[in-house]
């Protein structure tokens, strides 16, 4: 029965939908900026163009054998393998570190999908109802004096019901 659990809460979870839909939010909004950036690379382009063309490849060349003439100087035996570990341990504390960004990125996705979702639908986000209660205290608060007052129990009138008995005048022995 767990399995069958596991795999029902898994095809009624909604998070990885809303994480397409935000995504797909995420992506038009970023959609819409490419125009800007056309135009700015079409402005800029010009001037690295001629940057390149003017660009001496010998002074490159010289520069990039001075850099790896550096890097292969750097290098020691006993250091290489002491940097192998050290950067094997670090690569396991980057993996989680990814881990745990990547689920926090997928969260906050979802959730933005999940507002995106709202807005499509026209429905009202839960933040503005909750600011609303935090503005106008007054209804809730009505309210929850109602379902209090339904919790109490409520004693019933007495209703005066005629009497078919005769009355009879009062004696002394009835008042003692």
């Known amino acids: 029965m767990a399995i069958a659990d596991d795999l029902k809460k898994t095809l009624t979870d909604p998070t990885p939908l809303y ?3 935000g995504t797909a939010d995420l992506a038009v909004q970023q959609a819409k900026k490419v125009p800007d950036l056309i135009d700015q690379l079409r402005a800029e382009a010009p ?6 063309k003017n660009t001496d490849p010998k002074a490159v060349q010289e520069a990039v054998s001075a ?3 550096e890097v292969l100087g750097a290098i020691d035996a006993k250091k290489i393998g002491e940097t192998a570990q050290d950067l094997a341990l670090r690569g396991v504390g980057v993996a989680a570190e990814y881990a745990v960004r990547a689920k926090e990125t997928y969260d906050k996705v979802a959730e ?7 807005a ?3 429905e009202v986000s839960e933040e503005i109802v909750d600011i609303a209660v935090v503005v106008e205290p007054e209804p809730a ?3 929850a ?6 919790d109490k129990p409520v004693a019933k009138k007495a209703t005066a019901r005629k009497s078919t008995a005769k009355k ?3 004696t002394a022995d009835d008042a003692s």
């Open 19 to 21: 994480f397409a839909a």
């Open 112 to 118: 933005h999908g999940e507002q995106a979702v709202r």
């Open 168 to 170: 009879t005048p009062a």
């Open 141 to 143: 608060a009505e309210q």
């Open 47 to 52: 001037a690295r163009i001629e940057a390149v």
């Open 120 to 122: 499509w639908r026209g």
């Open 145 to 150: 004096a109602a379902a209090a007052d339904e």
């Open 67 to 69: 850099k790896f003439a």
